[in-house]
């Protein structure tokens, strides 16, 4: 073990204390009211959040610690297992060394309980009932629900439609966890019903249902919202993962010259990558990371980074972030957890910063490498993973070509066995590349807040 991981490790290898990348990023752009446009204060917040997570989501310290509830609950599943991927690289015939970070070892197959246990843990402390939130392929909702069982919370959900359809089986893990798990848009609020009275046929996003989420959450002082991605405390509690990555690449005697992960709000990505951009930032050590994006939700290659909501009705703060605007609604692709109008104002101002790039890949694409990884590996990755996959694939081809070896690291942030009604759609020819429309994304900027420019 080396001086620079020690001091973030104790004796069961699971780290002490959450890496904060607003610690070594420039000032970021604050958070603005949603309706006055002022920057954002601990008291806007506090109608839907308990006072420590307020005080992360604002904090620029680099250490937060960890409690003790928090890291016995993670001893569960962590520290995650990487892997080097030598099938893969056999069935690829490249020089590249690869390795994977697999989270589909928690209890929900996913990275999402790191953060869902440390916001269930603080709402408990708080006095807080109920939480609430949204969920797209059911990851996060199903991880909340989780969390809310091991203390004592209750927990709705409110699913994408076309997700909620499309996925039964993360309904089933919600409702056996003990949460309520509802389609959205749907009747119960006043956001759902005025998107139905719409289009009565909406599929859903992210986007609506936050706005969902937030509108019960504010309307009842005993439930809070918990948010799975994008805000700077959810990415913050996932560098638990690239913590844990640091250490187990130096017991490998290697380093990552490329670490990728893929996009929808941000959090799996910036978990793995950001204690790698915070060792950059801090020493020196060159790290190339490449964020995976669906072409159909293209937030990093195609959105604008300026001010937008959270949530599409406009309840949530504005964020300084890469959007497509909040009221443009994805392509029913079946990387639900993809499928977000914006991306974590961290993640999006490392892009801004150059220490960031992304890459859009289509689903088709997406599969195929999800498959070749299956067969050679053995994990069933979960859609969103194959993107990362997809791309790192990619990367190890170019190295063959070119007749170099590099590292390459990615984020296996979950398994796919509640997706395999996708792969059966993938596997008889049914699937089907959904482009972004570009009127559609055109007409969703035009609706950007009056002070996005500020």
């Known amino acids: 073990m080396t001086e620079r991981t020690k001091y973030v490790l104790d004796e069961t290898r699971i780290p ?29 917040l506090g109608a839907i959040m308990p006072r420590d997570l307020i005080a992360q989501e604002l904090s620029t310290e680099r250490e937060i610690e960890i409690p003790g509830p928090v890291r016995r609950a993670y001893a ?17 015939g490249t020089p590249a060394r690869i390795y994977y970070k697999y989270e589909g070892v928690s209890p929900t197959g996913s990275h999402k309980p ?41 927990v709705k959900v409110y699913m994408v439609k076309i997700t909620y359809h499309q996925k039964p089986y993360p309904k089933s893990l919600m409702e056996t ?20 009275a719409e289009d009565p046929e909406c599929s859903g996003s992210l986007g609506i249902a936050t706005s969902e989420a937030v509108e019960v959450a504010i309307g009842d002082s005993r439930t809070n919202y918990a948010g799975g991605s994008v805000l700077n405390h ?36 910036g978990g793995l990558a950001f204690p790698f951009i915070g060792e950059r930032l801090r020493t020196g050590r060159k790290v ?5 994006e669906p072409t159909s939700c293209p937030t990093l290659t195609q959105g604008r980074r300026v001010y937008d909501y959270g949530d599409t009705v406009g309840l949530t703060p504005c964020l300084m972030m890469h959007t497509l605007g909040h009221s443009f609604v994805p392509p029913p692709l079946h990387a639900g ?42 994990i069933v990755p979960a859609p969103e993973s194959t993107h990362a996959i997809r791309v790192a694939i990619d990367e190890a081809k170019r190295c063959r070509e070119e007749g170099r070896a590099q590292t390459i690291l990615f984020a296996l942030s979950g398994h796919g066995l509640f997706d395999l009604p996708a792969y059966t759609r993938y596997l008889t020819g049914q699937l089907r590349d959904e482009p972004c429309d570009q009127d559609r994304l055109d007409r969703s900027l035009a609706k950007l807040p009056v002070f996005a420019e500020q």
């Open 16 to 44: 002490k204390s959450w890496y904060n990348p607003a610690a070594d990023l420039p000032a970021a752009a604050p958070a603005r009211h949603p309706v006055t446009g002022r920057p954002i204060t601990p008291d806007d």
């Open 114 to 154: 790191n953060t869902a246990i440390a916001q269930a843990f603080y709402n408990k402390e708080a006095g807080v009932a109920r939480l609430v939130t949204e969920t797209g392929a059911g990851q996060w909702g199903s991880s909340l629900a989780f969390a809310g069982a091991m203390f004592g919370l209750d």
């Open 337 to 378: 957890g993809l499928r977000y109008h914006g991306i974590a104002p961290l993640v999006s101002q490392a892009l801004a910063l150059g220490l960031m790039e992304a890459v859009a890949v289509p689903q088709t694409d997406c599969f195929a490498a999800g498959v070749l990884f299956a067969r050679s590996e053995g």
């Open 234 to 269: 959810v990415v913050t509690h996932q560098t638990v993962i690239g913590q844990e990555a640091m250490l187990q690449m130096d017991m490998a005697n290697d380093w990552p010259d490329v670490v990728i992960g893929c996009a929808g709000g941000g959090s799996n990505l």
């Open 288 to 292: 190339r990371v490449i964020a995976a």
């Open 76 to 92: 569960r599943w962590r520290p995650s297992p990487l892997f080097r991927a030598w099938g893969l690289e056999r069935a690829l």
């Open 177 to 196: 966890y003990g949460a309520v798990c509802v389609p959205s848009p749907s009747q119960e609020t006043a956001a759902g019903r005025a998107i139905l």
